[in-house]
């Protein structure tokens, strides 16, 4: 896996504003590279900023996988989505949700949402609603 920081440069072509957190690249065995980038997580309750982005760092794998499936049926896609997260105090995932997402199709946002439903968060004293924007591209 690769780690890297995007320039601003780079933001400005891309669209979007604000401060890229992570990116995380790979070619999977068909030969097609895809990248997720997590893009200036929010969250709303109890839960620190911190604890959720060093969460999500550990479990980006699980959202490329999803990326990357995709790509062998289509080498062209890429685009945003934004899922919305309800964290319960126990630090499960109760629901999660598509927001906003500009990608072809469904596939890539329904897997991840399937796997955002089993990341499990630190416990905390109230319930906490994420706002996760994610870019792919490859």
Excluded: H
Aim: proline share 2%; charged share 15%; glycine share 8%.
């Amino acid at each position: 896996a690769e780690l890297s920081w995007l320039s601003g440069l780079t933001q400005k072509l891309c669209g979007l504003e604000g401060r890229w957190q992570y990116v995380q690249s790979t070619t999977n065995a068909s030969g097609f590279s895809g990248k997720v980038i997590l893009y200036s997580i929010t969250s709303m309750g109890t839960l620190n900023t911190s604890e959720v982005e060093t969460t999500f760092k550990r479990m980006q794998t699980l959202f490329r996988y999803c990326y990357q499936l995709e790509l062998t049926k289509n080498m062209n896609l890429s685009g945003r989505a934004t899922f919305k997260v309800v964290v319960t105090p126990t630090g499960e995932v109760d629901t999660v949700s598509t927001t906003n997402s500009n990608l072809n199709g469904t596939a890539v946002t329904s897997c991840v949402e399937s796997r955002l439903k089993r990341i499990r968060f630190p416990e905390s004293s109230g319930i906490s609603i994420l706002k996760i924007p994610m870019f792919f591209t490859n």
